[in-house]
């Protein structure tokens, strides 16, 4: 059987071919860490009495609480421009956008990459052909103070879920668009259909 896009991504970085399972350390090619998590990741750093190695690849974004809720968020957001400037480490401030759509468009996340960020849907630079997962304040402190992070290579997954028809399909992806009826067709729904202003543009939801 063929290897999964993260082993071959792990596999590049250890210079060997590495299966689900096995633990590597590795080059990381971008730490993101965001707003909410910051102050923590400023303390472990200060513990390990450590800066980032390669301030280039560190990036941190205002983004969980924007605009600031009150005084105190608002003088947190305060420390992380300043820690930003004195360390050079690039920071995207309050109204860049989300935090994982960020580095993607800002080349930060690039095939081929080992991205980790301090929030669980880091994942989602495989998008684009990159290594990515959340980890917390800890980990993410040692891979901007080393450069490099441990993994352990992930297993192959494998979803089976209930059938686009099924009536047990929950959330958005039950309904569809009817346009003859002009109504939301829900597949859940005995009568069939849920009379709602026709959208500006009809979409069919999968």
Not at 18 to 27: D, S, T
Not at 37 to 48: T, W
Request: hydrophobic fraction near 35%.
């Amino acid at each position: 059987m063929g290897q999964t896009l993260a082993e071959k991504i792990l596999s590049h970085k250890v210079g060997r071919p590495v299966r689900a399972g096995e633990l590597v350390v590795v080059e990381v090619d971008q730490v993101m860490v965001v707003d909410s998590i910051a102050g923590s990741f400023f303390k472990r750093l200060e513990y390990l009495e450590a800066t980032p190695r390669y301030p280039e690849r560190v990036s941190i974004v205002i983004d969980h609480v924007a605009p600031a809720a009150n005084l105190e968020v608002a003088k947190a957001q305060k420390e992380i421009r300043e820690w930003g400037k004195r360390h050079g480490i690039r920071v995207f401030d309050v109204g860049r956008g989300v935090c994982h759509q960020v580095l993607i468009e800002e080349g930060l996340a690039q095939p081929g990459w080992v991205v980790v960020g301090s929030d669980s849907h880091s994942t989602t630079y495989g998008a684009v052909g990159a290594f990515g997962t959340g980890m917390g304040a800890t980990d993410i402190g040692l891979a901007a103070a080393s450069g490099r992070t441990w993994l352990r290579v992930p297993a192959r997954g494998a979803s089976a879920g209930p059938s686009p028809t099924s009536p047990w399909r929950r959330g958005p992806r039950r309904g569809s668009w009817c346009p003859r009826g002009r109504s939301w067709r829900c597949t859940g729904c005995p009568t069939g259909s849920i009379p709602t202003p026709m959208p500006a543009t009809p979409r069919r939801w999968r």
